[in-house]
């Protein structure tokens, strides 16, 4: 059964960093495209960001509210897809989900309150 | 691309039918052909869970009374006979342009 499970959800203050972790199995994530998304009760449903397949330079695209605070990453050794959230603020406050880049498979999420 | 969904709240008898329209701010259709026009359900509680992609293709699993159709700008997703177990919140999004846009989302309850 192909399933994504995140981790590493929390409450952190305002201008702080939090690792969030997507765990793959039942699939072989080093040939897929990745997706990052996010959901407030006051945006709705809102993509963060992508990370293509190594064979195609491994490369990240990030939306305009996230770009240079957010990094994607993957560890395709380990199965595993992170996204760094570096000085965060409280409109960050979210479920975060890990998504396949064709959004047939979604995590259950995890979510991230920033506040102090 | 702006996705604008409506109605944003359907209530519904159970039995009859539902339809939501959504409509984008660009053309979806893409360079290769395609038109990138997803339909995802949230029940309550629940992470989305994609029902349509490419306007009218049903996924594995998804009962044929859902249905997508649609080109250009204007798409529908319609529920021929409404069944207690499709309450949540259906959303629209398109992944033609980058980056992908999703709609604010169509509450559908039982009256």
């Not at chain 2, 053309?27 to 949230?42: A, E, I, R």
């Not at chain 2, 398109?94 to 009256?111: C, M, N, S, Y």
Request: with cysteine; hydrophobic share 30%; proline share 4%.
């Amino acid at each position: 059964e192909v399933q994504l499970v995140e981790s590493g959800g929390g409450l952190v203050d305002p201008g702080g960093s939090l690792r969030l972790s997507c765990a793959a199995s039942g699939f072989t994530l080093s040939n897929a495209w990745m997706i990052w998304v996010r959901q407030t009760p006051g945006r709705g449903l809102e993509l963060v960001g992508r990370i293509k397949r190594k064979t195609e330079g491994g490369t990240t695209d990030y939306t305009a509210p996230v770009q240079g605070r957010f990094t994607i990453s993957r560890d395709d050794s380990k199965n595993t897809l992170y996204l760094q959230m570096n000085s965060l603020k409280t409109e960050d406050t979210a479920v975060y989900y890990c998504v396949t880049h064709l959004m047939d498979v979604w995590g259950k999420g995890t979510t991230v309150t920033v506040s102090s | 691309v702006v996705m604008t969904q409506s109605p944003l709240s359907l209530p519904v008898t159970l039995g009859q039918p539902a339809s939501i329209s959504c409509r984008s701010s660009q053309s979806l259709v893409n360079s290769d052909g395609n038109t990138y026009l997803n339909w995802f359900q949230q029940r309550p509680g629940q992470s989305p869970r994609r029902l349509i992609y490419k306007v009218s293709n049903r996924d594995s699993g998804v009962p044929d009374r859902f249905s997508g159709s649609g080109s250009g700008t204007a798409f529908t997703l319609e529920i021929s006979r409404v069944e207690a177990e499709d309450v949540g919140v259906y959303y629209c999004m398109q992944r033609t342009h980058w980056p992908r846009t999703f709609g604010q989302g169509t509450k559908v309850e039982i009256k």
